[in-house]
């Protein structure tokens, strides 16, 4: 039986502890989910586990091996990385691609061999990437980028997955078909999975535990039903929830809802641009904070779309998985000619959702306060090879407000309406 144990890790960036005696262990066949607000240092976590930031204090073990004592390359044939955003600055064929994860067993000055070829094949037949073998990988989508990376680390042949939300930037029929099939993985090949999940519905439905991460600690780990509980939620995202069975997958599935009252009213209006579930929390912040709030364009079955619903917001709504239309820009158009501020949340951006930068400009045009919420960065959340990220740095460049968190919007929005007051 293989085992992954971690030993009361403590881990900082410069002064700023970023994990904090964290401990547990996972054998094979155990697909682990990690949730927990941003910040809560999942990313840091699985950085941790695959040897590229050491802790201070605290160490990891992979059966009898301390990954901090082994070279690189025998990490990597033990532990693959698929990360949340994966970008190259070369233009590689798929199978290039694929092909590198066999570089951990590949000497200097050696060229791949047959069985790396027909290894490399096999990953990509798993992940229904073969016919793209002979694409570049810049002209791909970022689903079928993200795909091609999970059979990169596939042809790694390790013990251990690590995922950083490896299905955020595919649509429903890839997220099931992704999940599926590391699911697969994890039970007929023997593989240890860890993977970090912001959708509680997908970690619910395919781990087998999950730990909940606050403030760099683990507030909750085990069973799905023994984490996912209404008061762990309420505790560390302070959101309300409603917690069901399905009566098809018999798994837990969970739906925000708003219940506390609105504070008295600030007299600014609001318009939050945003998507993927990068603004459900602000949103729900704004709300009970007083604030007049709208919302667009958001497809229906977003997440962010999901709790706008549940907290009454008015929305300009997309169909599931489409591009923003013209006459969806203009109706965000008039309901940002209605509010005093404008939020761009965090969100990843493809051509589907450029408009909506686009809208953001317009309301810079019109003499709006635009705050942009960059962390993380545009470049790290670009899809469209490079157009949005240009579109974001330009309004910096026009005036609008770049912060880094939620809590600084707040403050912004507090100013503004207290000068409102004032006059």
């Known amino acids: 039986m293989v085992r992954l144990l971690i030993k009361g890790i403590e881990c900082y960036y410069g002064s700023i502890k970023a994990l904090e005696n964290v401990s547990f262990s996972i054998s094979d066949k155990e697909f682990v989910g990690i949730i927990g607000p941003n910040g809560s240092g999942k990313t840091t976590l699985l950085r941790t586990i695959a040897g590229v930031l050491k802790p201070k204090i605290g160490t990891v073990l992979l059966d009898d091996w301390d990954i901090y004592n082994l070279k690189r390359f025998e990490v990597a044939q033990k532990i693959a990385v698929v990360p949340q955003i994966s970008s190259t600055t070369f233009n590689f064929t798929v199978s290039e691609v694929v092909l590198m994860g066999r570089n951990p067993y590949i000497k200097r000055l050696e060229k791949e061999s047959e069985r790396d070829f027909d290894i490399a094949e096999k990953a990509m037949r798993l992940t229904n990437t073969l016919h793209l073998a002979e694409r570049f990988i810049n002209e791909l989508s970022g689903g079928e980028r993200q795909r091609v990376i999970i059979a990169r680390a596939l042809a790694q042949e390790p013990i251990v997955m690590l995922l950083d939300e490896p299905t955020l930037h595919l649509d429903i ?148 998985f489409s591009a923003v239309t013209r006459d969806e820009y203009e109706a965000n158009i008039k309901m940002i000619e209605k509010v005093d501020a404008v939020i761009l949340t965090a969100t990843p951006f493809g051509q589907g959702n450029l408009m909506n930068i686009l809208a953001a400009d317009e309301a810079l045009r019109r003499g709006l306060s635009v705050i942009v919420i960059n962390e993380p960065p545009i470049e790290n959340r670009d899809f469209t090879n490079g157009e949005a990220t240009k579109l974001i740095l330009k309004l910096k460049e026009k005036g609008a407000i770049f912060v880094k968190s939620d809590n600084e919007v707040l403050q912004i929005l507090k100013e503004l309406s207290m000068k409102r007051l004032a006059k």
């Open 173 to 320: 029929s890839y997220q099931i078909e992704i999940m599926e099939l590391l699911r697969k993985l994890c039970k007929d090949n023997g593989f240890i999975i860890l993977s970090v999940f912001h959708d509680f519905n997908l970690a619910a439905r395919y781990c087998d535990s999950i730990i909940l991460l606050d403030k760099g600690k683990i507030f909750s780990i085990g069973s799905v039903d023994k984490v996912l509980t209404h008061e762990n939620i309420k505790k560390v995202f302070n959101v309300d929830v409603v917690i069901k069975k399905h009566p098809i997958t018999n798994s837990l599935y969970i739906i925000p809802i708003t219940t506390l009252k609105a504070n008295e009213p600030k007299g600014i209006k609001v318009h939050v641009i945003c998507g993927g579930g990068s603004g459900a929390p602000l949103m729900k912040s704004l709300i009970e904070m007083g604030y007049s709030v709208t919302t667009g364009v958001l497809n229906l079955l977003d997440t962010d779309h999901e709790v706008a619903q549940s907290l009454n917001i008015p929305t300009v709504s997309a169909a599931p």
